[in-house]
């Protein structure tokens, strides 16, 4: 494997992967982008529906240059900013080569905006899709119209209505006179709202990556077996704390305890977990009330109705989800890491049979698996792999990360040697 300083370099193969994921979101974004100039459905309206009769706002409260900033450019700058400060964190091993926190620093960062861009562009994606479809028309759209009231019969879809009233019926956009055509053709676009799934799917997004960085999620208490060992559940725990270990052990020292059933490896289950800091829930609900704001300006803005900012919300909810966890760890259980790459051989995709993209191949023709487990000290010594890691970062203290379950093969014993 070709090295940099001592850092082990991907194959331009598994590089020429990345970069060519980066094309396919990129022209996500720019099919979107096309669409803006597609005409879309104009359904019919009534020349009388005071729904749609709000005033036409000229200054928005969040102009569409804001939207991009506080939900691409702000996200993306936090972004780095965490990855190049706080990653890998305080796991790395005291004397970690350089050259292996950077890798993982850059890794963080790469996946981070990978993931950012694969949100904001497929909720972009599938809401101009869906404006042009549906073609429902803004709540001030007779503001953008400026119907010709004396040929309402001439553009009737269906004049029924006239038995109450001549007004009283659905009329085609051709009765409208408009100043400006582009305002007219946008006034279709109600739903659902641009705002409302670009904001979610960024900030939400920017919310994941922070809960998943700092660790702030609902205490987890993974599955286990059953057991009739009281040890599990038992709030006597005179001592907490013994020597070399990293956890809180129950004694055994409860009257309903027997002999037959003690075993000091058992942590209780309260002690496998606890509620992280308000402060940090605080820090990624700022994202989330930014997102609240915006979506609500588009309804005081007479932009949307109330359905087209629900569904808007949903686009961009699920598209942050679907992007986080495409290239994040699960919150709860993944310590605040990112999947790492592909491997050489799977890099552009894997067959029937393989499943996993990650194999022991390593990242580049004949190199060494980044999976593979070494002895402890040998990844440092040739400055290229580390133990238990892809990246080479070690975890040192086996504790589990706040927010995440002990796992059982961090035992004393392992404890003792990582120190």
Same mark, same amino acid.
């Given at each position: 494997? =070709? ?17 060519? +994921?980066?094309?396919?979101? $990129? ?10 100039? &597609? ?58 080569? =350089? ?21 904001? #562009? ?6 101009? !899709? ?27 879809? %269906?004049? &029924? ?25 946008? !006034? ?12 979610? #799917? !960024? ?25 009739? %060992? ?11 704390? =013994? ?6 052990? @129950? =004694?055994? +020292? ?9 075993? +000091? ?7 496998? %977990?606890?509620?992280?800091? &308000? ?35 949903? $686009? ?65 010594? +040739? !400055? ?8 080479? &970062? ?9 927010? %995440?379950?002990?796992?059982?093969? @961090? ?5 003792? @040697?990582?120190?």
């Amino acid at each position: 494997m =070709k090295t940099f300083r001592g850092m082990s370099l991907p194959s331009m193969r598994l590089i020429a992967s990345y970069f060519f +994921d980066w094309i396919v979101i $990129i022209a996500i974004a720019a099919v979107a982008g096309g669409w803006e100039f &597609v005409e879309p459905f104009r359904r019919p309206f009534s020349p009388v529906d005071l729904s749609i009769a709000y005033p036409f706002q000229t200054s928005e409260k969040i102009p569409t240059w804001l939207l991009i900033v506080v939900s691409l450019v702000a996200p993306a700058a936090i972004i780095m900013v965490i990855c190049l400060v706080f990653v890998p964190g305080p796991t790395a091993a005291r004397g970690t080569p =350089k050259s292996l926190v950077w890798r993982r620093k850059i890794w963080e960062w790469h996946t981070g905006w990978m993931g950012l861009a694969l949100a904001l #562009a497929t909720a972009f994606l599938i809401t101009q !899709g869906m404006k042009n479809l549906f073609g429902k028309p803004r709540p001030d759209l007779l503001s953008r119209c400026s119907p010709d009231l004396t040929r309402i019969r001439d553009y009737a879809v %269906n004049p &029924v209505g006239e038995v109450f009233n001549p007004a009283w019926v659905l009329v085609t956009s051709e009765i409208c006179r408009p100043l400006d055509e582009d305002l007219l053709k946008d !006034g279709f676009k109600s739903f659902p709202s641009g705002h409302s799934s670009f904001s979610w #799917a !960024g900030l939400l997004y920017l919310t994941l990556f922070l809960a998943s960085k700092f660790s702030v999620a609902i205490p987890f208490l993974p599955h286990r077996p059953y057991s009739l %060992n009281p040890a599990h559940t038992s709030a006597i725990t005179p001592s907490n704390l =013994k020597k070399q270990s990293s956890l809180p052990f @129950h =004694k055994q +020292d409860s009257a309903l305890s027997s002999p037959s059933l003690n075993d +000091d490896s058992i942590i209780p289950i309260r002690y496998q %977990n606890a509620a992280p800091p &308000v402060y940090t829930l605080v820090l990624i609900l700022v994202p989330i009330c930014a997102a609240i704001y915006i979506t609500s300006t588009r309804f005081t803005d007479f932009r949307h109705f109330g359905f087209d900012l629900i569904f808007g919300s949903l $686009i961009g909810m699920t598209c942050a989800w679907f992007s986080f966890r495409w290239y994040h760890l699960p919150i709860n259980r993944g310590a605040g890491w990112a999947w790492g790459p592909r491997s050489y051989e799977r890099a552009w995709g894997i067959g029937v049979g393989r499943g996993s993209y990650v194999g022991p191949e390593g990242w580049s023709r004949g190199g060494k698996s980044e999976t593979a487990t070494k002895k402890r000290g040998q990844g440092i010594a +040739d !400055g290229n792999e580390m133990d238990e890691s892809e990246l080479g &970062v070690l975890n040192l203290n086996g504790a589990p990360h706040s927010g %995440n379950s002990p796992s059982s093969s @961090h035992s004393r014993t392992n404890v003792v @040697h990582a120190v």
